[in-house]
């Protein structure tokens, strides 16, 4: 990259995935094309870097691990802990967390907001859940709370561009 041209901005993508019917695919496609299109942001996609982290019988097999190999389970599981960590630490610019009914029964998204907040990102909260759903814990890491798409985008537009 020339020293004239600015840093490409990324976005890490935090939502639910485990307990998704999608595995949370679907908005993170959604909205990564949208971020690049109108904005020009690169995005860290979970749902794509997993596929670089496992070998497709790997994936095929790891729900399966957790009820029958908890040992090579975990060792997957922090294979994919410590990268998407390591990431949102080392790399991502901003964090937006798509909050939904799915995302409050895992532990990545949380563990993900709070990683973000901890390291001075911005964290924008996506949902169309009541506040009094969400955990207070979520909504304190939160910079600002959007409850659709385009709002957000705006936003993204204004500060970033």
Not at 15 to 32: F, I, K, Q, S, V
């Amino acid at each position: 990259m020339s020293p004239d041209r600015p840093k490409k901005l990324t976005a890490y993508l935090s939502g639910a995935m485990e307990y998704a019917p999608d595995n949370g695919e679907g908005w993170r496609r959604e909205l990564a094309s949208l971020l690049n299109e109108k904005l020009g942001h690169a995005v860290f996609n979970p749902n794509e870097e997993i596929k670089k982290l496992m070998s497709p019988e790997e994936r095929e097999s790891f729900k399966e691990l957790k009820e029958n190999d908890i040992d090579k389970f975990r060792e997957n599981i922090r294979r994919i802990i410590d990268h998407d960590l390591n990431f949102i630490s080392e790399k991502a610019d901003y964090l937006i967390c798509y909050w939904d009914e799915y995302a409050s029964m895992g532990g990545g998204t949380q563990g993900e907001v709070t990683v973000a907040y901890n390291n001075g990102l911005p964290v924008y909260l996506l949902t169309d859940m009541p506040l009094n759903r969400i955990s207070s814990w979520i909504l304190g890491c939160s910079e600002k709370i959007f409850i659709d798409r385009n709002s957000l985008l705006k936003e993204l537009e204004r500060k970033y561009n």
